[in-house]
């Protein structure tokens, strides 16, 4: 009998001082949790991309939590939802501030539109392909298409497409990892929205630029001409739209012939 | 003090718990992405077998053993290694929270962790006394961070590397832990050189 009441006995004992011990540890030792910080926490997305510019997600809801902000809008990728979830959670008005995508201003690699000063063989990324020489694109501003920003994105955002990074407008939270991926600083941040962008940041001059690049802004100015709303300005042989000032009227797209403006 | 060393050296290399022992391989292939993370897990290890052995040895040795309940040690052991890692988030959440941030995440992990359990158990089937027990322990948790940042390197040498598309993934990772722990076979040879000494 002794042979089946001892074990039990021993592993039964064993289970009720350890559970025991835990009921008391866990009473005794209890950290008074913020309440309105666990409630912040479950509402933010849990990317810890720091776009907030707090310590990843928990950062920022510990900053809420106790007051050090109130600036409920600071996350980019929860979006209005969150925003409007936090305001409701700390009781002040949510943040209007205008959701913001990636854009990437060059298009070179797209069915080989840009010529190659070389053959690259090396490892299969952008940062390291810009070590050497600035990469394998003649066009010293050009994207190296290896996917850097693919990698970066915590969202699956971007992907490669015909040899361009392509940025899905539906999946971007405006985290701006890419942004800081791309050793071409091709990639900025813009509010959502049906505007143009120029797809070239290339400063070289127009007959250059014309010799190794299909769709390279050569700085030509018909664009400026073309918008009536005064939003296209040239810099360094390169035309901008300012995004706020465009109406999205395509005057621009058919007075390029360079094909280097298109919809966001 | 050279048996001492001999047994820590062995538990690192030659009975390294990943490579040469297949324990633990779960956390091995799981965590074994990012360096930092594969630092923290192994350091958590470290800690946790060493608790664990401390307080398991002396369980066996002076419950189980003289009531003749030795094949109880495997539901004992599981038992005891589960509520002392609750404890210790308990109190490292508590007392150290700076450490609980870096270990925190890690620790339920390990709480059914195979290496661990098998670390406490295998003790015994060799024999080693409470001290040389510790420093197994020891050993042992220091071998699995050996082996989880040398993979840890290879996964992140793998990142870069242009890999046909049916080995992509698992398959390669795979392939290289098999050539990591084959190299890892080499230093069986010198395991009876070192403790027989």
Redesign the interface.
Same mark, same amino acid.
């Given at each position: 009998m002794t042979e089946i009441l /001892?074990?039990i006995l021993?592993?039964g004992g064993? !289970?009720l001082i350890? !559970?025991a !011990? /835990?009921a008391i540890? @866990?009473a005794l030792?209890?950290?008074p949790t913020n309440e309105t910080y666990e409630k912040i926490r479950e509402c933010l997305p849990g990317a810890n991309c720091g776009a907030c510019g707090f310590t990843g997600c928990d950062g920022y809801a510990a900053a809420l939590a106790e007051g050090e902000t109130t600036q409920s809008g600071l996350c980019a990728p929860g979006g209005a939802d969150v925003t409007k979830q936090i305001a409701a959670l700390l009781g002040v008005e949510a943040d209007s501030s205008k959701r913001k995508i990636a854009v990437i201003h060059c298009i070179g690699r797209q069915d080989n539109n840009a010529e190659t000063k070389m053959n690259y063989h090396g +490892?299969? @990324?952008c940062r +390291?392909a810009k070590q050497l020489y600035g990469g394998d694109n003649a066009c010293p501003d050009g994207c190296i298409g290896l996917g850097d920003c693919r990698k970066f994105c915590p969202f699956e955002a971007i992907t490669m497409e015909h040899g361009s990074p392509v940025v899905h407008k539906e999946l971007c939270k405006g985290c701006g990892m890419c942004v800081e991926s791309c050793p071409k600083n091709l990639i900025s941040l813009e509010e959502c929205g049906a505007t143009y962008t120029v797809r070239c940041r290339s400063h070289l001059k127009g007959a250059a630029c014309v010799k190794i690049c299909k769709t390279s802004c050569i700085g030509c100015g018909l664009c400026v001409k073309a918008c009536e709303q005064g939003a296209v300005a040239i810099e360094n042989f390169c035309a901008t739209i300012d995004s706020s000032k465009c109406t999205a009227c395509g005057k621009c797209k058919e007075a390029c012939k360079r094909k280097a403006i298109a919809l966001q | 003090m050279s048996y001492m060393l001999g047994v820590l050296v062995l538990s690192i290399f030659a009975e390294n718990f990943v490579l040469s022992q297949f324990l633990g391989i779960c956390p091995f292939l799981g965590v074994s992405k990012r360096l930092n993370t594969a630092v923290g897990m192994s350091v958590a290890v470290i800690f946790v077998m060493v608790l664990a052995t401390a307080v398991t040895y002396p369980l066996f040795a002076y419950v189980l053993e003289p009531n003749n309940l030795g094949y109880l040690q495997t539901i004992a052991f599981i038992l005891i290694i589960a509520a002392l890692v609750q404890l210790v988030e308990i109190v490292l959440k508590k007392y150290i929270p700076s450490l609980y941030k870096a270990l925190g995440i890690y620790l339920p992990l390990i709480t059914t962790n195979c290496a661990v359990l098998g670390v406490t158990l295998l003790h015994f089937t060799k024999g080693y006394s409470y001290g040389i027990a510790l420093v197994n322990a020891f050993g042992s948790g220091i071998g699995f961070l050996v082996a989880m940042v040398l993979f840890a390197g290879v996964r992140e040498r793998l990142e870069s590397c242009d890999i046909p598309k049916f080995l992509q993934g698992l398959p390669i990772t795979l392939i290289a832990a098999a050539i990591v722990s084959l190299s890892f076979m080499g230093f069986s040879g010198i395991a009876n050189g070192l403790i027989g000494g």
């Amino acid at each position: 009998m002794t042979e089946i009441l /001892l074990p039990i006995l021993i592993i039964g004992g064993i !289970g009720l001082i350890a !559970g025991a !011990g /835990l009921a008391i540890a @866990s009473a005794l030792m209890a950290v008074p949790t913020n309440e309105t910080y666990e409630k912040i926490r479950e509402c933010l997305p849990g990317a810890n991309c720091g776009a907030c510019g707090f310590t990843g997600c928990d950062g920022y809801a510990a900053a809420l939590a106790e007051g050090e902000t109130t600036q409920s809008g600071l996350c980019a990728p929860g979006g209005a939802d969150v925003t409007k979830q936090i305001a409701a959670l700390l009781g002040v008005e949510a943040d209007s501030s205008k959701r913001k995508i990636a854009v990437i201003h060059c298009i070179g690699r797209q069915d080989n539109n840009a010529e190659t000063k070389m053959n690259y063989h090396g +490892t299969k @990324s952008c940062r +390291t392909a810009k070590q050497l020489y600035g990469g394998d694109n003649a066009c010293p501003d050009g994207c190296i298409g290896l996917g850097d920003c693919r990698k970066f994105c915590p969202f699956e955002a971007i992907t490669m497409e015909h040899g361009s990074p392509v940025v899905h407008k539906e999946l971007c939270k405006g985290c701006g990892m890419c942004v800081e991926s791309c050793p071409k600083n091709l990639i900025s941040l813009e509010e959502c929205g049906a505007t143009y962008t120029v797809r070239c940041r290339s400063h070289l001059k127009g007959a250059a630029c014309v010799k190794i690049c299909k769709t390279s802004c050569i700085g030509c100015g018909l664009c400026v001409k073309a918008c009536e709303q005064g939003a296209v300005a040239i810099e360094n042989f390169c035309a901008t739209i300012d995004s706020s000032k465009c109406t999205a009227c395509g005057k621009c797209k058919e007075a390029c012939k360079r094909k280097a403006i298109a919809l966001q | 003090m050279s048996y001492m060393l001999g047994v820590l050296v062995l538990s690192i290399f030659a009975e390294n718990f990943v490579l040469s022992q297949f324990l633990g391989i779960c956390p091995f292939l799981g965590v074994s992405k990012r360096l930092n993370t594969a630092v923290g897990m192994s350091v958590a290890v470290i800690f946790v077998m060493v608790l664990a052995t401390a307080v398991t040895y002396p369980l066996f040795a002076y419950v189980l053993e003289p009531n003749n309940l030795g094949y109880l040690q495997t539901i004992a052991f599981i038992l005891i290694i589960a509520a002392l890692v609750q404890l210790v988030e308990i109190v490292l959440k508590k007392y150290i929270p700076s450490l609980y941030k870096a270990l925190g995440i890690y620790l339920p992990l390990i709480t059914t962790n195979c290496a661990v359990l098998g670390v406490t158990l295998l003790h015994f089937t060799k024999g080693y006394s409470y001290g040389i027990a510790l420093v197994n322990a020891f050993g042992s948790g220091i071998g699995f961070l050996v082996a989880m940042v040398l993979f840890a390197g290879v996964r992140e040498r793998l990142e870069s590397c242009d890999i046909p598309k049916f080995l992509q993934g698992l398959p390669i990772t795979l392939i290289a832990a098999a050539i990591v722990s084959l190299s890892f076979m080499g230093f069986s040879g010198i395991a009876n050189g070192l403790i027989g000494g």
